[in-house]
């Protein structure tokens, strides 16, 4: 299973993100870190011994311009960058994907249509990666053929689509140290045929083997890293690193 470090990135520099309510979130304050500038934390994660980095542009899912020039740097360090920008045109996506991006993350949160899904699934099957983002359980979207849906009915849709690889994202529940929502990640990885990434509320190593041991492909991880609840030790240790 691979675990993979999270950076939230808003007016260029990481923030903590917490419960989804980005008009609140504050510089990060790390023990691993003691820098907020994305490049530099990104080196960190990269000399740490991680292999892959998911980067949440939050002004640019907000509406904004995309960090290209970060996503490239970052993508120089070696790691294998998967970026969330809000991204909702086929344009949009393959540009990411020439400024350093290895997946481009399309989150349901911003999807407005099932059509530019459909064809990026169809042309970049292995660059995509879709986010199922829920709030307390509900999932959140703009479009109106997802919105209100059933999260498990949706996937099975998208991955009838195409899509390889999703990550299920509980926004109420990052950067809370909550914990996962096993038995609905259970469901999930039992009748969703696809690689299944897992994000928010992860809070130590226990967490970790839980959900390795119910087969999930990989997890995301960020807080706790950050106040050292999950150590290089610790990943070390349970053969994660």
Excluded: W
Excluded at 72 to 101: C, P, Q, R, W, Y
Excluded at 114 to 124: P, W
Excluded at 219 to 232: E, F, G, M, S
């Amino acid at each position: 299973m691979r675990v993979i470090p999270v950076i939230d990135v808003k007016g260029g520099i990481v923030v903590h993100a917490v419960a989804g309510q980005r008009e609140k979130y504050e510089p990060i304050k790390s023990k691993i870190c003691s820098s907020t500038d994305p490049l530099e934390v990104a080196k960190t994660f990269r000399n740490m011994g991680f292999k892959e980095l998911y980067l949440a542009d939050l002004d640019a899912i907000a509406g904004g311009e995309p960090y290209y020039s970060l996503y490239e740097n970052i993508g120089k360090t070696g790691l294998s960058l998967m970026v969330d920008a809000g991204v909702s045109s086929l344009e949009k996506f393959k540009k990411l994907l020439k400024h350093g991006v290895t997946k481009v993350i399309v989150g349901t949160e911003t999807l407005r249509d099932l059509q530019f899904l459909r064809e990026a699934a169809r042309s970049y099957s292995e660059n995509l990666v879709v986010s199922i983002d829920l709030y307390g359980g509900k999932l959140l979207s703009l479009c109106e053929d997802v919105k209100e849906r059933d999260p498990l009915t949706v996937m099975l849709s998208f991955k009838d689509m195409g899509v390889k690889e999703f990550i299920v994202l509980d926004l109420s529940r990052v950067g809370t140290s909550k914990g996962i929502n096993l038995s609905f990640i259970r469901e999930v990885v039992e009748n969703v045929e696809a690689s299944i990434l897992v994000g928010g509320g992860v809070k130590d190593i226990y967490d970790l083997l839980k959900l390795r041991d119910i087969g999930v492909a990989g997890v995301l991880v960020a807080t706790a890293l950050h106040n050292q609840n999950i150590t290089i030790n610790d990943l070390e240790k349970e053969g994660f690193l």
